[in-house]
């Protein structure tokens, strides 16, 4: 019963790391290098990640700097920005590669606010199936008498205390990216 739980509790946890691996995505109006994070570029033949291939910058709030380890990767790198599905438009001057964040209209962060709260909608309902999981493994647990009802009972009145923490923590979540996209 107590791996249960853990295993409960571990899964509740990976969906919440996935919503904030999904929300670091969704850009604000200041740079953030995570916004990179899932670019790819074809390095001799192989897809390999962009932080593999240049040091990753800040040049300043609004900016990312790109400093690429071979010459030869900034036109490729340039070209893997320009055609992912982040609207970035890089400039390379020498050798550096400069990624401007173009600054968000209001009309764009209520559509991002939209994709934020639908993301944490989606969070919780993970959380909430596997709290189902839970439940049902230990109504069967139960059935097959290796735990009493009474532990049933107690056991799914934990599972239900850490379903109610998990969707606390992803509405703070969702709350902070919101005023994260409305700070101008």
Request: net charge neutral; glycine share 4%.
């Given at each position: ?55 990753v ?5 609004t ?112 709350e ?9």
């Amino acid at each position: 019963m107590e791996e249960l739980k853990k295993n409960t509790r571990n899964k509740m946890q990976n969906s919440i790391d996935a919503l904030k691996g999904n929300l670091s995505k969704i850009r604000t109006g200041r740079a953030h290098t995570g916004v990179l994070d899932h670019i790819n570029v074809d390095y001799y033949g192989s897809q390999t990640a962009l932080n593999q291939v240049a040091g990753v910058t800040l040049g300043d709030a609004t900016t990312i700097n790109i400093q690429p380890y071979e010459k030869t990767m900034i036109a490729v790198i340039e070209k893997a920005i320009r055609e992912s599905d982040l609207g970035l438009n890089p400039a390379t001057s020498g050798d550096l590669i400069r990624v401007p964040m173009p600054p968000l209209t209001e009309e764009r962060r209520k559509d991002l606010i939209k994709v934020v709260k639908s993301e944490g909608e989606n969070t919780k309902i993970a959380i909430r199936n596997v709290r189902r999981d839970a439940n049902e493994a230990l109504k069967k647990l139960t059935k097959e008498k290796e735990i009493s009802e009474d532990d049933e009972r107690r056991a799914q009145e934990e599972v239900q205390k850490m379903t109610d923490q998990f969707i606390v923590s992803v509405d703070q979540t969702i709350e902070t990216k919101e005023k994260d996209l409305l700070v101008i």
